[in-house]
C-alpha cells in the first residue's frame, strides 16, 4: 500500500536550520528560525520559569488527566492576561478559555469549532500570513480566501485590507493577528483597529484573533488593544492565545481557545461544543506549560521578574530595529529600510527579493526565508556590521 505514498519536501525553514548547521562560515547568522534569541544566539529558558519548574517539581502530586477544558486556574490566570484585569468583559462572565496544545492547538480547535457548529462560514486569512493557517485550517474543512495586507512596495495595505473585509459575506470568519503579525511585522494602529470593528459589525463577521505573541510588540497591554476593543464591542469573538513566545515554553505547547459570547449562556453552549473538539482531537491538552505559567502568574513575585524579563526581551528586538535602520545609513539604504524600525515583534518583512535572499546565503552565509522575512532576533549588535554590509553589496 505504501508503494503509492510520495515523497514531499520537508518545510523550508527545516532545510534553511540544516544549511545553517552544515555551514562553515565562522561569521554565519541565522535569521530564519522563528523563535526568540538572545544576544549570544540562545534561546534561554527564562528565570521565572525556572523558578516555577522547581516549585512545580517539588509540589506536583499527580499525572491524572485534567480534562478538555485543561486546569480551570490557567483559564483564572490566562484570561485576564488576555482581555485585562478588569475587563468588563469577565465581569460579564461571558468570556471562557479552554487550554490547548500551543496557539498552534487553539486554532485547530477554533477550525473545528466553526467546521462543525457554523457550516457554511468561509474563513479569511491575510495575504500573506503565518504558512501553517493555511494547512490548519483547510485541513479542518474550511473554504479559505486572502484579503490583502502587504502591497507591493512592501507596505501595509489597510486600504485594500478594508476595502476586501467590506465584501466579505455576512457570518464568514476573518482571522487578525492581533499584534506583531507573521510574517510581516506590520500592525494595525488603534484607529485601523477601530475601523475594522465598524466592518466586523456591519457585515457581521466573527472575528479569530491570533495572539501569538503577546508583550513582544509594545507592552503586554498595548498589544492586547485590538483584541480587547473587538471582545468588549462584539457579541462573539475567538481568540487563540500563545504562550510559546512569551514564556519561552515553546515545546512544552501552551495556548488557549478563548470564547467570547453575548451572555454566559451562550458562552456556556460554545464552550460545550469546544470540549467535544478538543476530546476528539486529543482529549485532554499537556498540563506543564500551563503549571508553569500558573505558578508564575500566582505569584506576585515570579510574575515580576517574568515581566521584567519579558520587557529585555521585547527591548532588544525593538533596539535592534533601530539599530539596524541606523548602521544602513552610510550606505545610503536607511529609507529603503526604515519599515524595519516600525514593524514589530519578531519578524520582518525586509523587502528583499528572494534572488537577494539566495546571494545572502551563498555569498555571505546570510540565512533568511525566501519571502525577504528575517527574524530581528537574531541579528545582535555585534553581527549588525556584517549583516549591514552584506545586504549593501546584493542591495547594489
Ligand atoms: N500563530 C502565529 C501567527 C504564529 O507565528 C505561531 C508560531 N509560530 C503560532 C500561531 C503558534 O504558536 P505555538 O507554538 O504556540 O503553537
Known amino acids: 500500500m505504501f508503494e503509492r505514498i510520495e515523497r514531499v519536501p520537508g518545510d523550508a525553514i527545516l532545510g534553511l536550520i540544516e544549511a545553517f548547521n552544515k555551514d562553515n562560515n565562522p561569521e554565519k547568522v541565522d535569521l530564519g528560525v522563528g ?7 540562545n534561546t534561554p529558558i527564562m528565570r521565572a520559569v525556572k523558578e516555577a519548574e522547581a516549585i512545580l517539581l517539588k509540589n506536583e502530586t499527580t499525572k491524572t488527566y485534567i480534562g478538555s477544558h485543561g486546569d480551570p486556574r490557567y483559564a483564572k490566570v490566562i484570561l485576564p492576561l488576555v482581555l485585562g484585569a478588569d475587563s468588563p468583559v469577565l465581569e460579564q462572565q461571558r468570556a471562557s478559555a479552554t487550554q490547548a496544545p500551543g496557539g498552534t492547538g487553539a486554532l485547530r480547535l477554533a477550525a473545528d469549532f466553526i467546521y462543525t457548529q457554523l457550516p ?5 486569512v491575510s495575504d500573506p500570513t503565518w504558512p501553517n493557517h493555511l494547512g490548519i485550517f483547510m485541513g479542518a474543512g474550511l473554504a479559505l480566501y486572502k484579503y490583502p495586507y502587504v502591497d507591493a512596495e512592501n507596505r501595509l495595505d489597510f486600504a485594500s485590507m478594508l476595502e476586501t473585509l467590506k465584501q466579505i459575506p455576512q ?3 476573518v482571522v487578525l493577528h492581533a499584534c506583531c503579525h507573521n510574517p510581516s ?3 494595525l494602529s488603534q484607529e485601523q483597529w477601530q475601523q475594522v470593528l465598524e466592518v466586523v459589525k ?5 472575528p479569530l484573533i491570533d495572539f501569538a505573541y503577546q508583550g513582544f510588540g509594545e507592552g503586554l497591554d498595548e498589544d492586547a488593544y485590538g483584541v480587547r476593543l473587538m471582545a468588549e464591542k462584539l457579541d462573539n469573538v475567538l481568540i487563540t492565545s500563545s504562550c510559546s513566545k512569551n514564556f519561552g515554553i515553546y515545546r512544552e505547547r501552551t495556548g488557549a481557545l478563548i ?10 453552549n460554545v464552550r460545550s461544543q469546544i ?12 498540563a506543564h506549560g500551563g503549571s508553569i505559567v500558573m505558578e508564575i502568574l500566582e505569584s506576585e513575585e515570579l510574575a515580576k521578574d517574568w515581566r521584567k524579563e519579558l520587557t529585555e526581551m521585547r527591548d532588544r528586538i525593538n533596539g535592534l530595529r533601530r539599530e539596524f535602520v541606523e548602521a544602513l545609513k552610510p550606505h545610503g539604504l536607511d529609507e529603503k529600510f526604515a519599515c524595519v524600525a516600525e514593524q514589530r515583534g519578531m519578524f520582518s518583512y525586509t523587502g528583499l527579493s528572494a534572488e537577494q535572499v ?11 526565508v525566501r519571502s525577504g522575512r528575517a527574524n530581528v532576533a537574531g541579528m545582535s549588535s555585534d553581527k549588525l556590521p556584517y549583516i549591514v554590509k552584506a545586504i549593501a553589496a546584493v542591495c547594489k
Open 358 to 368: 539566495d546571494r545572502l546565503r551563498d555569498e555571505f552565509s546570510i540565512y533568511m
Open 202 to 206: 456591519e457585515r457581521d463577521l466573527l
Open 35 to 41: 523563535v526568540y534569541r538572545d544576544a549570544a544566539g
Open 185 to 187: 511585522g506590520f500592525d
Open 120 to 124: 457554511g462560514s468561509s474563513i479569511w
Open 259 to 268: 470564547v467570547v459570547a453575548k451572555d454566559q449562556e451562550q458562552m456556556e
Open 275 to 286: 470540549a467535544i473538539v478538543a476530546r476528539e482531537n486529543y482529549s485532554n491538552p499537556p
Open 171 to 173: 457570518g464568514d470568519v
